[in-house]
């Protein structure tokens, strides 16, 4: 059995050696968002014969924007020709609420929206099935779903402005995915735009890709193929959603709750996510918006469904009952409408807006071991004291995706690193300490195949 | 003086549903859609159950008028704090024609039945705007009413009410018994926790009819039709001032 110093030994050795992963983490963060030590490759320049080009093809002179990052529309009428001679790198973007600089220029890339690809094409209440074009904004997508007693496989605090397309290149997670699982699995499927400007159509299911092109597409966050059009299967609304945010007051109570409610809940537990008392009480003093709980150093939000609320009451309290029986009087707040379980998601939802209010933030998202997170939390604070103006984590508990975020005033660099967020331009580093090097070599043949001029989202995910 | 209290409680259509005008316009549709309790009248619910909190009240009384359903108004009813409910049964199609005039009288039958001496509900519902039950109600009774309240005081046998009125805040004192309609600043309701839910299943509802009560719930008036509020139409740029002064003179603004 391990002596009691023992231990005291491996938790320090084992902190200090994650703490100077975040030191070295934040250097590089520092490096990368310095355009300087980054080179800009032998792309062509935009000149005023492409710019004409362009306009011919938009038909409108309104839709090609001649300033930073503005945008030159409609991906599906161009004809790849025209590249053929030219190298322009380009940057897709959709609703541009990437967290790691995946959806924006490096240089002088052409940023390419979908904004304007926001048609529904056609939905199935039969099948279940969502015809769209990649530029439809998530939440608008759940309201036209949600009129039949659907609802699309992802859900993010970012619906009102993120586009679908975005939310397939990078293979987003969210606050379902203890649910659902990865959202390639609803894809049936996916029409995207090559390097060389033609159109590979894999919408309809009853053609076999085998390997499955459209599975390469998705996740790799434009390097490969531009998505255009989307089929996705989206599943039946159960008629009840019901969710309890519990006051815990410390990291086993966390944990406790989280196996508990996997037991009582099983495959009904839609979500569960955990924030700090920093978190919290940013956003109260940020944004005005109250926890409905007092203080308590942490809070977990446990949302379950089915047909019938009694049925998600019940459960939400033989949770309750159990965490109770270890830990003694537990403070709880149950959403017994829709506008309640919208509430009660509100103060998690705006943790990220009230962060960037305090300062400059860097936002780790991390997949730690659960038991080791909210460790790692404490000691960030105590190691960067003063210099930041808060520490504190938060995420969705039962993924091991959590996001810890340090807000620093007076920040003369940028930079954010971001996780389940996908790689994009800040985490490519990363890629290469944590993957074999016969993996990048696979990985850097599929690319060039798809696009050998790497016009396609460069300095993004793989650097070379 | 301990106040016995009403609070009435509307099942609506929730607040964050997108509602949708059925086909043949006879209505919205409500199949299927989620409902909840009428913010307002959780407002009113709060402000009973603190005046219990405050030993001011002794007991609240919560009632709902309408199909089945109305008895899950009444459990988030009683899981904030009410001790007891009563759901006056009304199936439907009967309740979609319920008025106001007929709940104001509904609500006094009951009120003297009962012996309470304050009766709050909220302002207005959300589905049909008509802020009138709570002044029918205190007419029926011949109660003084204190509408729009943003802040209510017991001061022996009378009420301070702050009100909400277009130019501010007006301040008067009623003798109770009287009526208190709840504005949306009065307080901000609690969430049920999950033990008092439970606690709530417990707690009695008393199941009555209009007929048990001798009231006439017949309509006055007649929906004709429902309908969609006309699109937005798309603005038109100018290029100058003087584009935009002939343009007004042309519609004759100007």
Known sequence: MPSYSSTLTYLATSARSSLRYYKHAITQARTYCNANSMVRKEYSYVNQDDKNHFIKILQQTSRLLDHKHDVAHYVTDWHGRYHDTSRLAIVPQGGNTGLVGGSIPVFDEITLSTSLMDEIIDFDPQSGILICQAGCILKNLHDHVNMYGFSMPIDLAARGSCQIGGNLATNAGGIHFIRYGPLRKYVTGIEVILSNGDVLDMLSSTFNHIPDIKQLVIGTEGTLAIISKVAIRCLENPKCYNAALLGCESYDQITSALIIARNVLGHTMSAIEVMDLPAVSLVKSKLGLNCPLSPHPFYVLIETYSSDENQNIDKLYDILSLLENNFGEVESAVSLNQTQLSQLWTVREHITEALKQDGHVYKFDVSVPIPKYFDLVGIMRNQLGSSTSTVCGFGHLADGNKFLDIAIKDVKNGGSISAEHGIGFNKTNLMYASKATQNIITMKAIKDYFDPKGILNPYKILQG | ?254
């Open chain 2, 1 to 254: 003086m301990a106040l016995r209290v009403l609070v009435g409680c509307k099942r609506v259509i929730d607040y964050a549903v997108k509602v949708r005008v059925k086909p043949d316009k006879t209505g919205v549709v409500t199949d299927g859609v989620k409902h909840s309790i009428n913010p307002f009248d959780e407002i009113a619910i709060e402000e009973a159950v603190r005046l219990k909190e405050k030993k001011i009240a002794s007991e609240v009384v919560a009632i709902s008028c309408g199909p089945k359903q109305c008895q899950e108004t009444l459990r988030t009813a009683l899981a904030m704090g009410a001790d007891r409910a009563i759901h006056v049964e009304i199936p439907e199609p009967q309740s979609n024609t319920l008025e106001p005039l007929g709940v104001a009288k509904i609500f006094s039958k009951l009120a003297k039945e009962e012996d309470v001496n304050l009766i709050i509900v909220g302002k207005q519902a959300i589905d049909d705007d008509c802020n009138q039950t709570g002044q029918l109600t205190a007419a029926l009774l011949d109660w003084p009413q204190g509408t729009f309240a943003s802040e209510i005081t017991v001061e022996g046998e009378h009420m301070k009410v702050i009100r909400e009125i277009d130019g501010g805040l007006e301040t008067i004192k009623v003798k109770m018994p009287a009526v208190i309609s709840a504005d949306l600043r009065l307080n901000e309701p609690r969430y049920a926790t999950l033990p008092n839910i439970m606690k709530a299943k417990k707690k009695k509802i008393d199941v009555k009819t209009p007929a048990d009560l001798g009231i006439d719930i017949s309509p006055r008036t007649e929906i004709l039709s429902v309908e969609d509020p006309p699109v937005r139409q798309a603005g038109s740029k100018v290029e100058d001032v003087s584009e935009l002064v002939g343009k007004l003179k042309s519609h004759g603004f100007i």
